[in-house]
């Protein structure tokens, strides 16, 4: 499969704990995006990479979220003192091109369940 | 606040129903439109997009959406819906002068046989 991948597919973690979830987009986009999304609701922006670059990173991600992406390939997202309403499904998506009307590719996610 | 809204949260047809999904967003400039679906135990894919030249635009599986502007509108529609297009579609927007893209809540839609 040469789509985007995520790894793990589930996490189930207690409060307080950190969690690190991999992405790996397919093989020379050049951007990648990460999503949280939760049940009934669309995925919401968190940030994006170009290159290695982080470019943007939303309000809702807070002091308590990282996200790296070395060397322009895997990404990382890193959810330090987890708490119950981090529990939500973390989507990566990516994309090939400049522009904001570019077709974003999506992974199957990580689940969060934070206990 | 800008957003995208989808009044539609659960639309249930038989086949062979026409299909027309709503999709209003608030951003005042040029924006980007798209729609992307959620089949059943798969990842979002992107269904058609809108950015430029003919408002009408056509994607994959028979799908259409119409922007228009006027109206902050980019509606989805199918003239004969099969059981195959059970799903979760996504309206989403790019404003021109940002990156992200910004889903709406999404619609259920279940077609039955």
């Known amino acids: 499969d040469t789509g985007v991948s995520q790894d793990p597919r589930h996490k189930i973690t207690k409060r307080g704990q950190n969690v690190t979830f991999r992405c790996d987009p397919i093989?020379?986009?050049?951007?990648l995006y990460w999503y949280r999304q939760t049940l009934g609701q669309g995925p919401e922006f968190l940030t994006y990479?170009?290159?290695?670059?982080?470019?943007?990173k939303s309000r809702l991600l807070s002091d308590r979220f990282s996200a790296e992406r070395p060397k322009g390939s895997f990404s990382t997202l890193e959810i330090q003192r987890t708490e119950q309403g981090d529990s939500a499904m973390y989507l990566c998506?990516?994309?090939?091109?400049?522009?904001?009307?570019?077709?974003?590719?999506f992974g199957s996610g990580t689940q969060l369940s934070v206990l | 606040a800008q957003s995208v809204s989808q009044h539609n949260h659960h639309v249930i047809l038989s086949e062979a129903a026409s299909l027309e999904l709503g999709c209003n967003y608030s951003y005042g400039g040029t924006v980007n439109l798209f729609w992307y679906v959620q089949y059943p135990g798969q990842h979002l894919q992107l269904l058609l997009k809108?950015?430029?030249?003919?408002?009408l635009v056509k994607g994959i599986k028979g799908f259409e959406a119409e922007f228009i502007k006027s109206k902050f509108s980019f509606n989805l529609r199918k003239p004969s819906v099969q059981w195959s297009d059970t799903a979760e579609y996504f309206c989403a927007v790019t404003p021109y002068n940002t990156d992200k893209l910004i889903f709406g809540t999404g619609t259920r839609l279940q077609v039955f046989p």
């Open positions: 990479f170009q290159n290695e670059a982080q470019l943007e």
């Open positions: 093989s020379e986009h050049n951007r």
């Open positions: 998506a990516s994309s090939l091109g400049d522009s904001n009307n570019e077709k974003l590719f």
């Open positions: 809108y950015f430029s030249g003919d408002p």
